[in-house]
Structures are given as structure tokens and as C-alpha cells.
């Protein structure tokens, strides 16, 4: 089964700094368009930041300047670079992206989630 792999969250001070990583895990595969989301509430998650196929990004206003969303295309592998964290970041992150696997296309994909804890 396809599936998107999360990793990087933790603890950090204010100030402080995370990468988070998302890849697929299985071989021959490859993320098209994706997105980084935090939850913000039980029922909502925003888009922090976007990357499409050909490389145009997007950010949400509350994040830019701070984070950068990037993607090594060698592992298949998608980054978001968290700089001077913020309390309010504090969130589960969860990536979102396109695969194409093995010459099939699978729209839609969430990962399970890194926790982000900013302590003050």
C-alpha cells in the first residue's frame, strides 16, 4: 500500500528550528503537487505551504518568511523548513501530495502526522 511517511517534529524552544520530511514509501514512486497543513481545530487544517509539480510555491501569511517548502527529487522527498518557531505554530503537520506509483496516479494523500510542540 502507498503511503506518505512523515518525520521531524519534536519539542523546541521559541525561536528555535525544525525540518520536517515527507516521502513516499514505496520505490517508483514520486510526489507531484503537495502541500504542508497543520490541524487548527478538531475539524480543521490549514495549508501552511504548497509546491507544485513545477516548482511554484505558496505560503500562508502567518508562516512566510519563516518557512520554506522544498523537494529533493533523487529521494522523492518533500521538506518543510520551520525557522523561528512561534508558540502559535504549534500544531500536528500532515503532508498532502499527488503520487504517481508505479505508472498509476493516487490523488490526494495525507500522511499520518508529526507533532510540533514550540514551548515558550
Known amino acids: 500500500q502507498v503511503q506518505l511517511v512523515e518525520s521531524g517534529g519534536g519539542l523546541v524552544q521559541v525561536g528555535g528550528s525544525l525540518t520536517l520530511s515527507c516521502a513516499v514509501n514505496?520505490?517508483?514512486?514520486?510526489?507531484?503537487?503537495v502541500g504542508w497543513y497543520r490541524q487548527v481545530s478538531r475539524n480543521q487544517r490549514e495549508l501552511v505551504a504548497g509546491?507544485?509539480?513545477?516548482?511554484?510555491?505558496n505560503y500562508a501569511d502567518s508562516v512566510k518568511g519563516r518557512f520554506t517548502i522544498s523537494r529533493d527529487n533523487v529521494k522523492n522527498t518533500v521538506y518543510l523548513r520551520m525557522n523561528n518557531l512561534k508558540p502559535e505554530d504549534t500544531a500536528v503537520y500532515y503532508c498532502?501530495?499527488?503520487?504517481?506509483?508505479?505508472?498509476?496516479?493516487?490523488?490526494?494523500?495525507w500522511g499520518q502526522g508529526t507533532q510540533v510542540t514550540v514551548s515558550s
Open positions: 509546491l507544485t509539480s513545477g516548482g511554484n510555491t
Open positions: 498532502n501530495a499527488d503520487l504517481i506509483s508505479l505508472g498509476s496516479w493516487y490523488r490526494d494523500y
Open positions: 514505496r520505490r517508483g514512486s514520486s510526489i507531484n503537487a
